[in-house]
């Protein structure tokens, strides 16, 4: 019994050190992201498709829970992939199949092969801005944001690489986001619709030209700064069929690859339609409008 305050000493010691180890491993945790838990991480994401449709896909270590827009719900395994990401179910009688790489996801259902709402859909972090009616956008890599008007809408991105990441553009590149706006914007005139774009290259010859207009006809070319990024602004016309696209486009070299920011307004020529059957859009109000997403663009 002459032990006993000695024993209880050591408990107290003991206690102590337990106690400073769980509060050094819980804080390091904390900052590394890391939740002691035994339920498998779960990393929730929105893709936004065309036609404004929309698709949420839980992601945890072998599964994808995966909520359409439409309402409908569906659990996939994940299995092998050859490149990026692939979820598939062939236990409902027909096959679902969810495929990623990047901010890129698809959803398709075997069961209609006509049904492609879910076919090309971009990851985004959309959420409302500080201004009344507007939204913010910001990639999942959180390497840029951008805010644009909420009658406007977030579209699918098609995967891979191609001529479109700029107007006009011979060499391949990515699109990293598309906002379009509808034809209802400018109702009962020849506007038809009208989209920005943020896409990159880092093609030699597009980083090389990346300021210049690739048809060796460079429009008036104008140095702008937004935010603390300096652009060359180029304007380039394209037409065909009766069909104008105008755009604009602000250029920049970041990390050795070319950015395009930019936005195209296709209208119809004018003169093509039966006289007093359509007015004529207002131009300078939608562009003004996609001046203002193209002024909001941040890297971050």
């Given at each position: 019994?002459?032990?006993?305050?000695?024993?209880?000493?050591?408990?107290i010691?003991?206690?102590?050190?337990?106690l400073?180890?769980y509060?050094?491993?819980?804080?390091?945790?904390?900052?590394?992201?890391?939740?002691?838990?035994?339920?498998?991480?779960?990393?929730?994401?929105?893709?936004?498709?065309?036609?404004?449709?929309?698709?949420?896909?839980?992601?945890?270590?072998?599964?994808?829970?995966?909520?359409?827009?439409?309402?409908?719900?569906?659990?996939?395994?994940?299995?092998?992939?050859?490149?990026?990401?692939?979820?598939?179910?062939?236990?409902?009688?027909?096959?679902?199949?969810?495929?990623?790489?990047?901010?890129?996801?698809?959803?398709?259902?075997?069961?209609?092969?006509t049904d492609?709402?879910?076919?090309?859909?971009?990851?985004?972090?959309?959420?409302?801005?500080?201004?009344?009616?507007?939204?913010?956008?910001?990639?999942?890599?959180?390497?840029?944001?951008?805010?644009?008007?909420?009658?406007?809408?977030?579209?699918?991105?098609?995967?891979?690489?191609?001529?479109?990441?700029?107007?006009?553009?011979?060499?391949?590149?990515?699109?990293?986001?598309?906002?379009?706006?509808?034809?209802?914007?400018?109702?009962?005139?020849?506007?038809?619709?009208?989209?920005?774009?943020?896409?990159?290259?880092?093609?030699?010859?597009?980083?090389?030209?990346?300021?210049?207009?690739?048809?060796?006809?460079?429009?008036?070319?104008?140095?702008?700064?937004?935010?603390?990024?300096?652009?060359?602004?180029?304007?380039?016309?394209?037409?065909?069929?009766?069909?104008?696209?105008?755009?604009?486009?602000?250029?920049?070299?970041?990390?050795?690859?070319?950015?395009?920011?930019?936005?195209?307004?296709?209208?119809?020529?004018?003169?093509?339609?039966?006289?007093?059957k359509?007015?004529?859009?207002?131009?300078?109000?939608?562009?003004?409008?996609?001046?203002?997403?193209?002024?909001?663009?941040?890297?971050?």
């Open positions: 019994m002459r032990n006993t305050p000695l024993l209880g000493g050591l408990v010691v003991v206690i102590a050190v337990l400073a180890l509060l050094t491993y819980d804080t390091s945790a904390t900052r590394s992201g890391i939740v002691a838990s035994s339920t498998p991480a779960v990393n929730a994401v929105t893709f936004y498709c065309g036609g404004g449709n929309t698709m949420r896909g839980s992601f945890s270590t072998s599964t994808l829970a995966l909520t359409l827009g439409s309402g409908e719900s569906y659990l996939l395994p994940q299995v092998r992939s050859g490149s990026g990401i692939r979820y598939e179910s062939t236990s409902t009688g027909a096959d679902l199949l969810f495929v990623g790489k990047g901010d890129y996801g698809s959803f398709t259902n075997a069961a209609s092969s492609l709402r879910y076919a090309d859909c971009t990851a985004a972090n959309v959420a409302p801005a500080s201004t009344p009616g507007y939204e913010r956008y910001e990639n999942t890599g959180k390497s840029f944001t951008f805010t644009f008007p909420s009658t406007f809408s977030v579209a699918g991105i098609e995967p891979g690489y191609g001529p479109n990441w700029s107007a006009p553009a011979t060499t391949t590149g990515m699109v990293l986001a598309k906002i379009t706006v509808p034809q209802s914007y400018e109702p009962g005139t020849n506007f038809g619709n009208a989209w920005f774009t943020v896409g990159v290259s880092s093609d030699p010859q597009a980083v090389a030209e990346c300021t210049k207009n690739l048809e060796g006809k460079q429009s008036t070319s104008t140095p702008v700064t937004i935010g603390d990024t300096t652009y060359t602004r180029l304007l380039f016309t394209g037409v065909g069929a009766g069909n104008i696209y105008d755009t604009t486009s602000y250029r920049t070299v970041k990390d050795n690859m070319c950015y395009a920011i930019e936005y195209t307004i296709h209208y119809g020529n004018i003169h093509n339609y039966p006289p007093g359509v007015a004529t859009f207002n131009e300078q109000k939608v562009a003004t409008a996609l001046d203002e997403v193209v002024r909001s663009f941040r890297f971050e």
